[in-house]
Every structure is written in C-alpha cells, then in structure tokens.
Nanobody, 115 residues
Framework: VQLQASGGGLVQVGGSLRLSCAVS????????MGWYRQAPGKQREWVGG???????AYGSAVKGRFTISRDNAKNPLYLQMNNLKPEDTAVYHC??????????WGQGTQVTVSS
C-alpha cells in the first residue's frame, strides 16, 4: 500500500495550495479517504474526509477554507487549501477515513505558511 501526498510548499498568509495524494494498493473508489496533518510537537490532527460517494466533512480549524475532492476514475485525492494561516503549517498526510481505519502512513508533504 502506498499513500503519497504531494504539492506542499512555502506560501504566504492568505495564499493557496492544492495537495494531491496518489493511492495504490487499495481499491480507491471503495474507501472513504481523509487528510490529516501534524505540526511539530503536536499530535496528528484530522483535517477532513470524503466518502466514496462524495460526502465531505471538515475539522473546525479548516472548515470554510479547505475543500477535499476525489477522482475515483484516476485515483487521486485532493485538498484545496485557501486563505492559509500560520497555524496551518504542518506535514500533511492522506489516509483512509475515519482515523481508526487508517493504514500505513506515507511520507506526507510539508506545508509552511509564512506571516
């Protein structure tokens, strides 16, 4: 199983980034998927999730700013992040959703928001 997040980088406050997640080793279209993040010295935090049918849910810290989408035909999972804040700085991971169903964690992608 491989879950490879990409698209991170350095962005200024108020900027946007779009993360992608390439999934292999599981039947993508049959799995609810989520985004998670971990900032230095903090516990992993759930960002949001999307069901196989497109239902989405978000954590309170990102609701209204982040959007999760998926392409069941091509496998990628996306996270569109708008109006970024310094507290969004973290390593972002994709995995199955909810948390109890997660499998091996991939490398993640670093997002740094500068003020």
């Amino acid at each position: 199983v491989q879950l490879q997040a990409s698209g991170g980088g350095l962005v200024q406050v108020g900027g946007s980034l779009r993360l992608s997640c390439a999934v292999s080793g599981i039947i993508f279209k049959e799995n609810d998927m989520g985004w998670y993040r971990q900032a230095p010295g903090k516990q992993r935090e759930w960002v949001g999730g999307i069901s196989t049918t497109g239902f989405t849910a978000y954590g309170s810290a990102v609701k209204g700013r982040f959007t999760i989408s998926r392409d069941n035909a091509k496998n990628p999972l996306y996270l569109q992040m708008n109006n970024l804040k310094p507290e969004d700085t973290a390593v972002y991971h994709c995995n199955r959703w909810p948390l109890f169903s997660t499998i091996s964690w991939g490398q993640g992608t670093q997002v740094t928001v500068s003020s």
